[in-house]
């Protein structure tokens, strides 16, 4: 293995500069700065996408990704929620039932939060901070090359569940030892441990790593961007508060990332060469959990920080005014990066940990929602009393809010030791982190796409569609997960394909909850297809910014490049936009 890492390193050496745009051999650049005097051809169809290296395509490339990923996330857990429509039973095996929660879990979290947020930082940060591209052009498409091959390693279980009767994983998304550790060579020492042993965990494993290491590549490119790149106009007092938080992520995921890798890899041996870093008798299961959280807690910042970055920067915009304590929510920002990683044991409260640690972890726990509080009243005092305009956009950054505000409430109810002792392990937790993950990150990446879509294809999207995707969505969601809160209170365990049938009605209202918001996805991607085909084309400043003085950096690249895309020859104003 290391051998054929060195191979592979020198290989890539050979080639010569990687901050170039240009093919290997030749001088030339484009872009779309005033400085560049060369033009370049892309060449057309899917050669044009798989040898890519603009930042734009490939930040197109990741949203596409990302979607679809999302759409198979949803899928999975439509067909689970038919499932718990009655307390019995009857749809799909348990075991199915455990492979589809597991897919679902790590789809959404590695497959679609990770990629959206990279498709947005990709196509915009560039355009924000007046950069002519990433930094590392070359090795930006290297990263999200990498994604569809872990996605397929991800997701093999299924196909070879089909052809070849082999489970898919079925370890949920924490991959908890020793049920996932149970791999060839425990088998071979005489354990039982009938799922977990299939090789399509060891895929899952080795997909996520890549995935992992896909992550790290991106969050690299990123800080070098925003360090090097920025226009001369952009010190750090200029910087905008999306790119703020592309920084922090970017600085958590190269902390926990890595992290997360080491620990697959000790369960991969444990799993396969007969290591015992997670048995009873060596590191034990606790080790797992640690190594997994001081991940996995941070994982959670690393996805809600970008999103509280495009709320800060789209809510003001129909605010009619600036981002109220612009500063505090830069510093905020910063604060939840530090602290997101001494909280993680919130996650262990009720694995039999020290109590003395255990009550600091509830103290920094809780002091985590003072940023987190720092940031909803900057949201709330730069909408008031301002002129709002009530677009989709805008819709969806109010949704964002009032959903984090649960999703916060509901976090420090569970950060509180005694009270996680109760409803650990039950849908109360999963009801409050999909208020953060679905009402909240969901909501932000929408704000994002109706936002930014006139800039990236050149059309408008149709209004009134849009409103019915915000109101499906807000109000799926809200019945969905505030029904799971009900479902936790009263004791119904998470992770479990039946139940008593007292929990019958809270089910079925949250499986109602769940189409509703299934349904509003449709209308979202027909209205995102049918607008981007044949929409009307949209004016240079849709919304008006100009009026109040916000016309920031990506409007202005915009209009310029549709002015030259027309004196190059372009046939009509709809065209350049759509096409480039
Ligand atoms: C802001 C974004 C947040 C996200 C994305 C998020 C996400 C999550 C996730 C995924 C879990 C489930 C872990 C599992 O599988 O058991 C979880 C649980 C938990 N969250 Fe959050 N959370 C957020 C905010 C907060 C806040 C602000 C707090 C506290 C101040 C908090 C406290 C907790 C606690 C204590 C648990 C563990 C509950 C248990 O397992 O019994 N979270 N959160
Ligand atoms: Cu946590």
């Not at 592309?246 to 060469?273: E, K």
């Not at 915009?317 to 001494?342: C, M």
């Not at 916060?408 to 030791?417: H, M």
């Not at 039950?426 to 953060?436: A, D, E, N, Q």
Request: hydrophobic content about 50%.
């Amino acid at each position: 293995m290391g051998v054929l890492l060195l191979a592979v390193a020198s290989f890539l050496a050979r080639f010569e500069d990687w901050r170039s745009y240009a093919p290997v051999g030749s001088s030339g650049g484009y872009g779309y700065a005033e400085s560049n005097t060369q033009t370049h051809e892309k060449p057309a169809g899917i050669i044009r996408w798989i040898t890519t290296v603009d930042h734009k395509d490939i930040g197109l490339l990741y949203g596409t990704f990302g979607l679809l990923s999302f759409a198979w996330g949803g899928i999975s857990v439509l067909l689970m929620r038919i499932e718990l429509f009655t307390p019995s039973g009857d749809f799909l095996s348990a075991n199915m039932y455990n492979s589809l929660m597991t897919t679902h879990g790590i789809t959404m979290l590695f497959l679609f939060g990770t990629p959206i947020i990279a498709a947005f930082a990709n196509y915009f940060m560039p355009l924000l901070i007046g950069a002519d591209d990433v930094a590392f052009p070359r090795l930006n498409a290297v990263a999200f090359w990498l994604l569809p091959p872990a996605a397929v390693l991800i997701w093999i279980g299924f196909p070879l569940f089909m052809f070849g009767g082999i489970q898919p994983s079925q370890t949920s998304w924490t991959m908890y030892t020793p049920l996932a550790s149970c791999g060839k060579s425990a088998v071979a020492a005489g354990a039982t441990c009938q799922a977990q042993a299939s090789p399509a965990v060891d895929m899952m494993l080795l997909g996520l790593h890549l995935s992992g290491i896909a992550t790290t590549l991106g969050a690299i490119n990123m800080i070098a961007t925003i360090f090097t790149e920025r226009g001369d106009d952009v010190g750090w007092p200029e910087l905008d508060i999306f790119s703020w938080t592309i920084l922090t992520q970017s600085g958590l995921i190269l902390f926990a990332f890595p992290l997360l890798g080491s620990a697959i890899i000790m369960m991969l041996l444990d799993r396969n060469f007969g290591t015992t870093f997670f048995a009873a008798d060596g590191g034990g299961a606790m080790l797992w959990q640690n190594l997994f959280w001081f991940f996995g807690h941070p994982e959670v910042y690393i996805l809600i920080l970008p999103p509280m970055g495009l709320i800060s920067l789209i809510l003001p915009k129909f605010s009619g005014r600036k981002l109220f304590g612009f500063k505090f929510v830069v510093y905020s920002t910063l604060a939840i990066g530090v602290l997101s990683f001494g909280v993680w044991a919130h996650h262990m409260f009720s694995t039999g940990m020290d109590p003395r640690l255990r009550a600091s972890f509830m103290a920094v726990s809780m002091a985590i929602a003072i940023p987190s509080a720092v940031k909803t009243f900057n949201w709330i005092t730069t909408m008031w009393n301002g002129r709002l305009r009530l677009t989709a956009p805008m819709l969806f950054c109010v949704g964002f809010v009032s959903n984090f505000i649960i999703g916060g409430v509901t976090g420090v109810f569970l950060a509180a030791i005694p009270v996680d002792l109760v409803l650990t392990d039950t849908y109360y937790v999963v009801g409050h982190f999909h208020y953060i993950v679905m009402g909240a990150i969901g909501t932000a990446v929408f704000a994002g796409i109706y936002y930014w879509f006139p800039v990236v294809s050149g059309k408008m999207y149709n209004k009134t569609l849009a409103h019915w995707h915000f109101w499906l969505t807000m109000i799926g969601t809200n019945v969905t997960f505030f029904a799971m809160l009900f479902l936790g209170y009263g004791g119904m365990p998470r992770r479990y394909a039946t139940y008593l049938p007292q929990f019958t009605t809270w089910h079925q209202i949250t499986t109602i909850g769940a189409f509703i918001l299934g349904v509003g996805q449709l209308l979202f991607v027909w209205n995102l297809a049918q607008s981007w085909l044949d929409g009307p084309v949209a004016p240079d400043d849709p919304w008006n910014l100009g009026e109040d003085g916000m016309l920031s950096k990506e409007w202005t690249w915009f209009a310029k490049k549709r002015e030259t895309a027309l004196t190059d020859g372009g046939e009509d104003e709809g065209t350049p936009a759509a096409e480039e």
